[in-house]
C-alpha cells in the first residue's frame, strides 16, 4: 500500500514549507481565537493549531485525559438501584406528605400521589461497603472503585430538556455539549478519529437528539460524531463502489496537489488545513474499519463485557468506547435508551428494569476492570447516570413505575482522578431532597471540567454578548469526589 | 393578601410595636419630606435610588415608588404589614429577602414611622420633575449621522462612495488597497454572492467579451433580476427567522410553514423594501385588510420550536416560545442581546428586566393558528362546491315539503301489502307497530320515525340526498388537500404579562404593558395599547438608531465575511465598536433614503471598488491588518452549505431550477435516524426533486440533512444572524465519498461527455471552466489530463469498477470513460478552490 501513504505524507511536508517559503504569509496572518484565556499558553506551534482537534495544555496539570460517559437516557430508578430508604419502605402506599410537594410540578403524576417502597433486595458490597440493589451485581464487584453520588440535583423535569441540561449546563437547545467544550478546550490526542465520538444502543435514540452532542456556537468541529453500528461507523466514510484503495489513493493526490498549488498562488492558510482535513479524512477511512472490528479481541475479553462482534448492543460499544480512548478519543459518550419506568406494560418496574440492568451492569463494570487492567483507568474519567432520577411516589398507570425526579438522584464515577470505594451524599428518609453534600448538574460538570485540568470558570466562549460556559452562572468543584 | 402563618409569628414577635402604633394612633400625621424620606435615603437609596435600582426598585420618587420593583409594589398603601417593604425590614420571608442586605437594621422608631405611614395611605408629594428616558453615550443609541464621503488622494481606485470611506482609513494607515480581480473571479464571486450559483461559462465568457465599460454593471442587473437572487439572499434571512420544517425539541413532529419559505424567497425578489418587509412579518396581520400573503409574513415568530413531549407543561413552552420572539427580534432588527435581561437587568446595556417584559408584553397577545392557504385552483373549487351544495340543498328542501304526499301514497300501498309482503321489508318492529297505528293517531316520535323511514327509500329523495353526500365529500378532501401555514393572529383579549422574578414564569412579579426599552426612541401607540404593528413601525422608523444599522452591517458581512461591527448580533456595548463607523452611517442613511431598498444596497456594494478587489493574501498586510479589518484586500470564504452542493448541481448540469413548494427529499446516508428518538420521514426523491436546490430540502431540526450539517447549516433553533465556516474532515469525507455528491459527479461526465466533439484537452478545459469558472494554468490542466489517462486505464482494465462508478450496465460501450471523467469531476468538485468563493 506504498502506493497510497508515500505521497501524501510528502506532499503534506512539502505544503508546510512551501506555505512558509513561498507564500509569505506571516505567522499573524493566522487568525486564531485564544481559546484559553491564559495567552501564554495557548501558544503553541500554529501550524498544528491550524488544526482545531490538535491537543492543546490545560489550565493545570489533570488528573484524567479521557472521558467515557455513559448515558442511562430515560432516568434510571435511583430507588431500585441505589438510595435503599427503610422509611419509604415503611410507608409505601401512604399519599405523600404535603410539605414535600408544595409548589412542585410534575411531569405526569399529581401532588397527592402515593409513596412507593421498592420491591428490589439492597446489600453492601467492597471493602466499602456501597449499598446497592441485587439489579447491579456488576458494579458491586468493582465498588471499591466507583464513587456513588446520592445526591445529585437537576433543574429540568421533562426529558429533551433535561438530557440538553446535563450535557450543555443549560435547558435551552443550542449550546454546546460538554464534548465539544472538552474538545474546544484541549482537543483530542487521535489523529485518526474525531475527538468526540457518540455510540447508541437500546430500542431508539435518545429524545433530544443532535443538540445533545452539538457544537451550539462552538465551531462545528467540535460537534460529536454519532457512530452508526454497522460496517460504516461514520457517515461516508466508504469509498464509493468501484473505488479501490488505489483510484481512492490517487483521487486524493490529485486534490491535495491542486490544492496546494492554489494554496502557493493565493497563499490562504485555510487551504492548508483543508490539505490537512482530507489528510485525516485518508486516515480515518484506513483506521476506522479496524477500530470496530471487536473479532480480534480474546475470547475472555468479549465474554467479559458480553459482546457479541457484529450485534450491535451496550456491551459492544463498552468495548468499543476501550479502543476508542486507547487511540486518543477525547470524549465518548454512550446513550442506552428505554430508563423511562413509567408503569406501562414495557416501562414498569419489574421485568422491563430487569432487562435495561441486564443490558448494562455487567458491560459496564467490565469497562471497569478492562481499562483498569490496560492501566487506563487511572487517566480515564468514566461517568454513569442519567437525565434525572424517579419519585418516591409511584405511578400507576398499566402496572406501577415513578414519574421524573429532580430534586434527589444518582450517578456514579470512576476513574481519571475520582475516589473510589465511597459513596457522596445522602437524601431525606423518603429519598425525596438531598439532605448532604448536594451535587448540582452544574457541580458534576465543573468537577468533570476541573479533572481534566480546566477551570470551569476560564473555559468560555463568547456569544450574544456574553462569555458563555458549560456551568452557565453555576457550579462548583466537589472535592469530595476527588482522590 | 392571605396573611401567611409566618407573617402572623412575626406580628406576635413584634407586638410590642404594634402595640405602640394602636396607642399613638392619635399622633400628628407622618410627613413624608419629614419623617419617611430619611429613613429611606439612609438605609434604602444606595440600592434603590437615582443611581442604582436593584430588582428594578427606586425608592426615592413618588412615581418610581408606586410602580415598585421587578416583584411588584413594594408598598401598598393602607397595608403596612403587606408591604413588602416593610417585609423586607423586618427580616423577609420566603419571597421577600431581608433588607437592608448588609445586616443592619433599622431602629423600632423609624420602623414605626414607615408602619405609620403607610397605614395613613403612603401620601408624599408629586415629583418636581418629569422622570428623563435613559440617555446612553454608547454609539449604536445615537442617531445616524449625516456623514458625507471623505477626502481621498487615490481617486482611479474610488468607484463609487463606499470606497472613499475606506481608501481614507487606507491613506491614514500608510497602506494600498489590492488591484481589482480579473475578471473571471469577478463573474464568479458576484454570481456566487449574489445568487449562490456559479456562473455558466457562457456567462463567463459573455462577460470576459464585453467591451463596454459598464460590462460588470450589466452582469450585477442580470443577477439581481434572477430568480436565484430571492433564493440566495432569502435563506439568509431564513436562517435569521430559524425556519425549520419540524417542531424541535424531543418529538420533533413535522409542521407545514414552507409557504412562509417561499414568502421570503418572493419578497426578496420583488424588493420588497425592507420597512415593508419587518411590519409583515412581525404584524402582517394586523395591517388593515391583511392580504393572506401578509398573513403568511406572520409565519417569522411562528418559527419558534415547540415541545410535544409528554408530560410537559403548555404554558412554560409558550412563555419559551414568546422570549425567543424577544431575543430574536433583538437579533435580528436590534443587535441587541435583549435575552440577557430576562432574569434580571441586563449587566452591561441600559435594558431593565422590566423592558425586557415590556418587550414579550408585545409578543405576548398572540394567538398562534394554522391558516390554510388554498392555491388558485382550490380556491375556485371551494366555492363552486359551496354553492352548489346550497343549490342541491334547496332542491332536497322542496322535495321533503311535498314529502308528505308521497309518504301517504306509499304507507297507503304498504297497508294494502300482503303481511307476506310487508315482513320482507324487515322494518324494526317499532317501525311496524307504528306503521300500523294510522297517521292522524301516532305519537310525534312515531311520526318523526315513519318520516324519517320513508326519506331512505323515497325515491325522489334519494339520488338528491347521493349527490350532496358526494359533493360535501369532495368539500371535505378539497379542505384537507389545501396546505396550511403557521401564522400569528392578535388574540381579542390581552394575556396580562407580568415581570418573570430571575426568569420563572411560576413567579409573577410586577404587571407590565407592552413598551419598548427608554434607551431607544419613543414609541406612539395608534390606540390605548401598544401593539406587534406599533411595535413593527416604530423599529423601522427612519430615526430609529439600530434597525438600518443593524441590516446593512449583516449585508456588509457576507460579502467580506465580517461586519463594520463584527459582532453583528450584538451592537451593545459588550459588542465591538465598527471599524468604520461612518461609512456604517453612510450606508445606514442611504439604505433608508433609498426606500429600504435590499436590491439598491447589494448593488451599491458589489460595484465598489472594495469590493472588486482580489482576495489574495499580501505578506506586508499580515502584520499590519491582520484580520483585514481594514480591507485593503477581499478574503476568501468557504461557500455556505447549500451553495455548496448546489454549485455541483449547476456544475453538472443536473440543477432543477424549479422555485418554491413544499420540502423535498433529496438521498440522504442510510442510518440517520438510529440517533433521533423517532424515525423521520424520508420518502427519497426518485425524479428531478433529487437536484433541487438545498433551501427546499425538508429540514427536521433534530437530524438536519447530514450534507447540510456537516457545513453548517444552523440547526434553527436559535435565530442564526451568521453561521460559522468550519473546515473538517468530515467535510472531506462528505465530498469525497457521499453517495449523492458522487451521482452528482457521474452525472457531470455524462454532461460532458454528451459533447462528442471535443478531445480530452478541451473537455478537461471545459470542465474545469464549469466548475471555477477560470481557465486551468498549464500545470493544472497537465495534472487533470495525467489523472484522467491514469483512471481511463484503470476503468478499460476492469470493466467491473467502471460498471459501478459510471452507474452503468458492464457492457455498456462508454462505462470506462464515463467511470474516468466521473473521477475527474470528482477531483474538481473536491478542490478547495471550488467550494470557496475567492
Request: proline share 6%; charged share 25%.
Amino acid at each position: 500500500m506504498a502506493d497510497r501513504k508515500q505521497p501524501l505524507n510528502e506532499l503534506h511536508a512539502r505544503t508546510r514549507r512551501h506555505f512558509f517559503a513561498e507564500c509569505g504569509v506571516g505567522l499573524g496572518s493566522i487568525a486564531l481565537a485564544s481559546l484559553l484565556n491564559d495567552e501564554a499558553e495557548a501558544a503553541i506551534d500554529p501550524l498544528v493549531l491550524q488544526d482545531p482537534l490538535a491537543p492543546r495544555r490545560p489550565h493545570f496539570a489533570p488528573k484524567a485525559k479521557r472521558v467515557i460517559f455513559l448515558f442511562m437516557a430515560g432516568g434510571p430508578s435511583q430507588l431500585e438501584l441505589f438510595d435503599y430508604k427503610p422509611k419509604l419502605q415503611e410507608l409505601s402506599g401512604q399519599v405523600v406528605p404535603s410539605e414535600f410537594t408544595k409548589n412542585k410540578r410534575f411531569a405526569f403524576i399529581k401532588g397527592d400521589a402515593k409513596l412507593l417502597g421498592t420491591t428490589r433486595k439492597f446489600a453492601r458490597h467492597g471493602q466499602c461497603g456501597a449499598e446497592l440493589s441485587d439489579l447491579l451485581p456488576g458494579l458491586a464487584s468493582v465498588a471499591d472503585d466507583v464513587c456513588i453520588v446520592r445526591s445529585m440535583v437537576t433543574d429540568v423535569f421533562n426529558h429533551g430538556p433535561a438530557k440538553v441540561f446535563l450535557n450543555t449546563g443549560s435547558s435551552r437547545f443550542g449550546m454546546p455539549s460538554m464534548g465539544a467544550w472538552l474538545t474546544y478546550g484541549i482537543g483530542s490526542e487521535s489523529r485518526d478519529l474525531p475527538g468526540f465520538i457518540v455510540l447508541q444502543s437500546g430500542p431508539r435514540g435518545p429524545r433530544g437528539g443532535n443538540p445533545l452532542w452539538g457544537s451550539g456556537f462552538l465551531p462545528t468541529a467540535y460537534q460529536g460524531v454519532p457512530f452508526l453500528s454497522g460496517p460504516e461507523p461514520i457517515l461516508n466514510l466508504s469509498n464509493p463502489p468501484g473505488v479501490d484503495r488505489t483510484r481512492q489513493a490517487e483521487f486524493l493526490n490529485t486534490v491535495q496537489q491542486l490544492n496546494s498549488e492554489r494554496l502557493a498562488a493565493v497563499g490562504d492558510p485555510e487551504i492548508s488545513t483543508r490539505i490537512s482535513a482530507y489528510e485525516m479524512a485518508y486516515r480515518m477511512q484506513t483506521s476506522a474499519p479496524e477500530l470496530i472490528d471487536l473479532s480480534g479481541e480474546s475470547a475472555a475479553t468479549l465474554a467479559m463485557y458480553g459482546a457479541e462482534p457484529g450485534k450491535p448492543s451496550f456491551a459492544n460499544n463498552c468495548l468499543l468506547a476501550r479502543r476508542l480512548v486507547e487511540r486518543g478519543v477525547r470524549f465518548v459518550q454512550l446513550y442506552h435508551t428505554d430508563w423511562d419506568h413509567h408503569g406501562n406494560h414495557d416501562t414498569h418496574l419489574g421485568e422491563p428494569l430487569d432487562a435495561r440492568c441486564k443490558e448494562t451492569d455487567g458491560p459496564a463494570a467490565a469497562l471497569i476492570k478492562d481499562l483498569k487492567a490496560r492501566g487506563l483507568l487511572d487517566d480515564t474519567l468514566v461517568v454513569w447516570g442519567g437525565e434525572f432520577g424517579r419519585t418516591p411516589m409511584g405511578e400507576p398507570r398499566d402496572l406501577i413505575g415513578r414519574d421524573h425526579h429532580v430534586d434527589g438522584y444518582t450517578m456514579w464515577l470512576a476513574g481519571g482522578g475520582i475516589k473510589g470505594g465511597q459513596s457522596i451524599g445522602a437524601t431525606d428518609e423518603l429519598g425525596y431532597y438531598v439532605v448532604e453534600d448536594r451535587v448540582h448538574v452544574h457541580d458534576l460538570q465543573a468537577t468533570m471540567l476541573h479533572l481534566l485540568g480546566l477551570d470551569h470558570l476560564k473555559l468560555t466562549y463568547r456569544f450574544q454578548g456574553r462569555q458563555f460556559r458549560l456551568t452557565d452562572v453555576g457550579g462548583k468543584v466537589v472535592t469530595k469526589m476527588i482522590a | 393578601m392571605p396573611i401567611s402563618p409566618r407573617i402572623l409569628g412575626l406580628f406576635v414577635s413584634l407586638s410590642l410595636a404594634l402595640l405602640r402604633i394602636e396607642i399613638h394612633a392619635d399622633e400628628p400625621a407622618v410627613d413624608f419630606d419629614r419623617d419617611v424620606k430619611p429613613i429611606l435615603a439612609a438605609h434604602c437609596f444606595d440600592c434603590h435610588g437615582a443611581d442604582s435600582q436593584e430588582s428594578g426598585l427606586r425608592l426615592d420618587r413618588t412615581d418610581t415608588r408606586a410602580l415598585g420593583g421587578n416583584g411588584g409594589a413594594a408598598i401598598l398603601p393602607g397595608k403596612s404589614s403587606d408591604s413588602p417593604l416593610l417585609i423586607a425590614i423586618r427580616g423577609g420571608n420566603e419571597r421577600v429577602p431581608k433588607m437592608p442586605p448588609d445586616g443592619s437594621t433599622l431602629s423600632a422608631e423609624e420602623i414605626n414611622l414607615l408602619v405609620r405611614w403607610i397605614d395613613a395611605g403612603a401620601v408624599a408629594p408629586a415629583d418636581a420633575e418629569q422622570l428623563a428616558s435613559r440617555q446612553s453615550d454608547h454609539w449604536s443609541f445615537q442617531p445616524l449621522s449625516a456623514v458625507s464621503p471623505p477626502q481621498v488622494s487615490n481617486l482611479e481606485y474610488v468607484r463609487n462612495p463606499i470606497d472613499t470611506f475606506v481608501l481614507a482609513r487606507l491613506e491614514a494607515e500608510g497602506l494600498n488597497p489590492s488591484k481589482e480581480a480579473d475578471r473571471a473571479t469577478l463573474i464568479r464571486r458576484v454570481t456566487l454572492d449574489l445568487t449562490g450559483l456559479p456562473p455558466t461559462v457562457a456567462e463567463v465568457d459573455a462577460y470576459l467579451n464585453d467591451p463596454h465599460e459598464d460590462a460588470y454593471e450589466i452582469v450585477v442587473d442580470r443577477l439581481l433580476a434572477s430568480p436565484h437572487y430571492g433564493e440566495r439572499w432569502g435563506r439568509q434571512w431564513l436562517d435569521v427567522a430559524r425556519y425549520a420544517d419540524s417542531n424541535g425539541y424531543t418529538i420533533d413532529g413535522a409542521r407545514s410553514i414552507w409557504k412562509y419559505r417561499d414568502w421570503v424567497i418572493e419578497a426578496f425578489n420583488r424588493d420588497l423594501p425592507f420597512d415593508q418587509f419587518t411590519i409583515e412579518q412581525l404584524a402582517g396581520d394586523l395591517l388593515p385588510g391583511a392580504t393572506i400573503e401578509q398573513k403568511i409574513a406572520t409565519g417569522f415568530h411562528r418559527n419558534t420550536m415547540v415541545n410535544e413531549e409528554g408530560g410537559t407543561d403548555p404554558e412554560q413552552f409558550r412563555v419559551e416560545a414568546v422570549v425567543d420572539r424577544v431575543s430574536t427580534t433583538g437579533a435580528a432588527f436590534m443587535g441587541l442581546t435583549l435575552g440577557c435581561a430576562r432574569c434580571h437587568d441586563h449587566k452591561f446595556d441600559p435594558i431593565s428586566q422590566r423592558e425586557f417584559y415590556q418587550l414579550f408584553a408585545v409578543f405576548n397577545g398572540a394567538d398562534e393558528p394554522a391558516l390554510p392557504v388554498p392555491t388558485r385552483q382550490q380556491s375556485k373549487e371551494l366555492p363552486a362546491l359551496e354553492a352548489e351544495i346550497k343549490q342541491s340543498l334547496e332542491r332536497l328542501g322542496m322535495v321533503d315539503a311535498n314529502l308528505g304526499t308521497r309518504q301517504a301514497e306509499w304507507e297507503a300501498a304498504y297497508a294494502a301489502n300482503s303481511e307476506q309482503d310487508r315482513a320482507a321489508l324487515s322494518f324494526a318492529p317499532e317501525v311496524t307497530s307504528a306503521l300500523a297505528i294510522p297517521a292522524g293517531q301516532r305519537s310525534t316520535e312515531q311520526l318523526e320515525l315513519i318520516r324519517g323511514v320513508y326519506q331512505k327509500i323515497d325515491p325522489e329523495r334519494i339520488p338528491l340526498a347521493e349527490s350532496i353526500e358526494s359533493l360535501k365529500r369532495q368539500q371535505e378532501q378539497v379542505k384537507k388537500s389545501i396546505t396550511t401555514t403557521l401564522v400569528m393572529r392578535e388574540r381579542k383579549e390581552h394575556r396580562e404579562t407580568f415581570v418573570h422574578v430571575r426568569g420563572d414564569f411560576l413567579q409573577p412579579g410586577a404587571p407590565v404593558k407592552p413598551g419598548v426599552p427608554a434607551v431607544l426612541p419613543p414609541l406612539t401607540a395608534r390606540g390605548t395599547q401598544t401593539d406587534r404593528l406599533d411595535f413593527a413601525r416604530w423599529l423601522v422608523d427612519d430615526e430609529h438608531p439600530l434597525t438600518a444599522r443593524v441590516t446593512v452591517n449583516r449585508i456588509w458581512q457576507t460579502y467580506f465575511g465580517q461586519g463594520l461591527v463584527a459582532t453583528e448580533n450584538d451592537f451593545g456595548q459588550q459588542g465591538e465598536a465598527p471599524s468604520h463607523p461612518e461609512l456604517l452611517d453612510w450606508l445606514a442613511r442611504t439604505f433608508i433614503t433609498g426606500g429600504w431598498s435590499q436590491k439598491a444596497l447589494h448593488r451599491l456594494i458589489v460595484t465598489s471598488g472594495v469590493y472588486r478587489q482580489s482576495s489574495h493574501a499580501r505578506p506586508e498586510l499580515a502584520g499590519a491588518d491582520p484580520y483585514n479589518k481594514l480591507l485593503a484586500r477581499q478574503v476568501r470564504l468557504r461557500l455556505e452549505a447549500e451553495a455548496i452542493r448546489d454549485s455541483a448541481l449547476a456544475a453538472s448540469g443536473l440543477l432543477s431550477r424549479e422555485l418554491g413548494g413544499p420540502g423535498v427529499y433529496p438521498p440522504q446516508p442510510e442510518g440517520i435516524y438510529r440517533f433521533t428518538q423517532q424515525v423521520k420521514f424520508w420518502g427519497t426523491a426518485k425524479d428531478s426533486d433529487r437536484f433541487r436546490r438545498g433551501l427546499y430540502t425538508y429540514l427536521w431540526r433534530s437530524s438536519p440533512y447530514p450534507f447540510l450539517k456537516t457545513f453548517d447549516v444552523p440547526d434553527a433553533v436559535v435565530s442564526c444572524t451568521r453561521r460559522p465556516r468550519s473546515n473538517t474532515p468530515l467535510q472531506a469525507l462528505t465530498l469525497a465519498n457521499d453517495l449523492a455528491f458522487v451521482e452528482i459527479a457521474q452525472g457531470y461526465a455524462s454532461n460532458l461527455l454528451a459533447q462528442p466533439t471535443l478531445g480530452d484537452r478541451a473537455r478537461a478545459e471545459q470542465a474545469f471552466r464549469q466548475t471555477l469558472a477560470r481557465k486551468p494554468n498549464a500545470h493544472e490542466l497537465i495534472r487533470l489530463l495525467e489523472y484522467l489517462e491514469s483512471q481511463r486505464a484503470h476503468f478499460v482494465a476492469s470493466p467491473e469498477d467502471a460498471a459501478q462508478v459510471a452507474q452503468r450496465d458492464s457492457g455498456a460501450p462508454n462505462a470506462a470513460e464515463v467511470a474516468a471523467w466521473t473521477m475527474v469531476a470528482r477531483v474538481l468538485l473536491n478542490l478547495d478552490e471550488f467550494i470557496t468563493r475567492e
